[in-house]
C-alpha cells in the first residue's frame, strides 16, 4: 500500500488515512489508486465491521492534484490523447462506489478542508464528523468542471435540489457549522477533539449489528427517488433478512434479559 494512503485494522474498524499533508491530501494517481483499493479492500474484508476515513494535516482532502492535472492535460494535446479525465472512471467513481456501496456503515473524520472530490468522498459516507475549522466547497465550477464523485447525487440528498445547485454553480467556503445546520456535517465538534470523537463514533459502529447496518444502508440507497410501495416492498424483503439474524437473536435475548448486547455481526 501507498505510503499516501495508510491503512490499519483493529478490532474490527478499519481505519483510512490520506497522507499527503504537505499536499493537502491532493489526489495524484498514486493516491486515487491507493484510496480505491483500501476502500474496496475494507469493504471485502469480513473482519472489518466499520470504516473511518480521514486525513492528516489541515486538510480531509483538497480534491484532484492540480499539479498533476494540468501535466497531463499537457501530455493529451502533445500526444492527441484524451487520458486525463478517464480518472473518473477509473478512481472517482470506484471510491464512491466503495464508501457508499460496502456493506458496512463508513464515517468520515473531516479533519479540514474538503473540496472536489475530497468533499464528494464526504458526501458518500454514512456520517459525517467535523471538526468546527473544517469546511467544504464543491470547487468544481470554479475550474470548469462539472460535479464528480458522486456529488450530482449525494448533495441534494444531504441539502435538497435548490442549495446543492447554489454550492455547485458558485462554489465557496461552507464552514463547518453552517455545514451542519444545512445537513452536511453529522456532528460538529473541536479540532482538537476530533480524531478522538471520529473514532467513537466509528467505533461504536463497528461493535454493533453489521448486517442491521447494511440494510439501512441499502434501503436508503433503494428509496432515494422510488414510488412508497416500492420502498415497503424492500422494507419487507430486507427486515425479513435482519430477522433472522444472529444480532437479532442477540439482542432481543439480551433485552429480555436486561442486559447490553454483545453483536458478532452477522
Known amino acids: 500500500m501507498a505510503d499516501s494512503v495508510l491503512y490499519e485494522v483493529t478490532d474490527g474498524l478499519a481505519t483510512i488515512t490520506l ?7 491532493a489526489l495524484n494517481t498514486e493516491t486515487k489508486a491507493a484510496l480505491r483499493d483500501s476502500l474496496e479492500r475494507a469493504g471485502a474484508d469480513p473482519a472489518v465491521r466499520a470504516v473511518l476515513l480521514t486525513g492528516t494535516g489541515r486538510a480531509f482532502c483538497v480534491g484532484q492534484d492540480l499539479k ?9 494535446r502533445e500526444h492527441g490523447t484524451r487520458r486525463t479525465m478517464t480518472t473518473v472512471k477509473e478512481h472517482y ?3 464512491v462506489t466503495a464508501i457508499a456501496g460496502m456493506p458496512k456503515p463508513v464515517v468520515a473524520g473531516v479533519n479540514g478542508v474538503a473540496a472536489g472530490a475530497g468533499a464528494g468522498f464526504a458526501f ?22 462539472t460535479a464528480d464523485s458522486g ?3 449525494t448533495l441534494p440528498r444531504l441539502v ?5 445547485s447554489d454550492l455547485l454553480l458558485f462554489p465557496r467556503s461552507v464552514p463547518a457549522q453552517e455545514a451542519y445546520e444545512l445537513g452536511i456535517a453529522n456532528r460538529v465538534v473541536p479540532a482538537a477533539e476530533l480524531a478522538a470523537e471520529a473514532e467513537a463514533v466509528a467505533r461504536r459502529l463497528a ?4 448486517a442491521a447496518y447494511a440494510a439501512i444502508k441499502e434501503s436508503l440507497a433503494y428509496g432515494a427517488g422510488r414510488p ?7 422494507e419487507d424483503e430486507l427486515q425479513s433478512r435482519a430477522g433472522a439474524s444472529e444480532d437479532h437473536a442477540i439482542a432481543v435475548d439480551a433485552f429480555l434479559k436486561k442486559e447490553k448486547p454483545r453483536f458478532v455481526g452477522r
Open 19 to 25: 497522507n499527503r499533508p504537505d499536499a493537502m491530501n
Open 68 to 76: 498533476e492535472h494540468v501535466e497531463s492535460l499537457a501530455a493529451d
Open 93 to 95: 467513481n470506484p471510491i
Open 124 to 145: 458518500a459516507a454514512d456520517y459525517r464528523v467535523v471538526a468546527d475549522s473544517a469546511a467544504f466547497n464543491t470547487s468544481f465550477a470554479g475550474v470548469a468542471l
Open 151 to 153: 456529488v450530482s447525487w
Open 160 to 164: 435538497g435540489h435548490s442549495r446543492a
Open 207 to 210: 461493535d454493533g449489528p453489521t
Open 228 to 234: 412508497l410501495a416500492d420502498a415497503l416492498a424492500k
